[in-house]
């Protein structure tokens, strides 16, 4: 066997053994991949959101869209901007919660308070009307600051 043709060969070894390990390691990298977002086990109905919710005078809820929340107009990278948020803590959030009120103020969204929020959802529910968050905890309020 000659040297280009063992070359060869270790070659198509490894490209064969690196294209089969995403199949045994539960990892998602470039460029190979197992795509979990299709291959792990979606048995539950359930979906958590983080978002930051308008509170009206009425005490009724209602998500800020990602532009007016985050400043973000993704509404993926919004959500992400508010779990990294989440993550650093109570001041992060504070901060995050009080940027939205002004994002909110300007575009003449009406509340009285804005909370950064984890929700819950049954996704099979919401998209035939049940959009009632399974359960919600509250990250951080902050309020209008005009009373509206």
Do not use: Y
């Not at 959500?79 to 504070?94: H, K, Y």
């Not at 049954?122 to 959009?131: C, I, L, Q």
């Amino acid at each position: 066997m000659t040297t280009r043709s063992l070359a060869v060969l270790i070659f198509g070894l490894v490209l064969a053994v690196a294209t089969l390990v995403p199949a045994f390691v539960d990892r998602d990298s470039f460029p190979f991949s197992n795509f979990p977002m299709f291959s792990q086990d979606h048995s539950s109905r359930e979906a958590l959101v983080l978002q930051i919710l308008a509170v009206g005078a009425d005490g009724e809820r209602r998500p800020l869209a990602p532009g007016i929340a985050t400043g973000n107009e993704a509404g993926l990278q919004a959500e992400a901007v508010i779990r990294d948020a989440v993550g650093r803590g109570e001041r992060a959030v504070a901060e995050l919660c009080r940027a939205a009120a002004r994002r909110a103020r300007r575009a003449k969204e009406r509340f009285v308070s804005l909370e950064v929020a984890s929700s819950t959802f049954d996704a099979v529910a919401f998209f035939s009307g049940k959009v009632a968050p399974l359960k919600r905890e509250v990250h951080g309020r902050c309020w209008s600051g005009a009373g509206s």
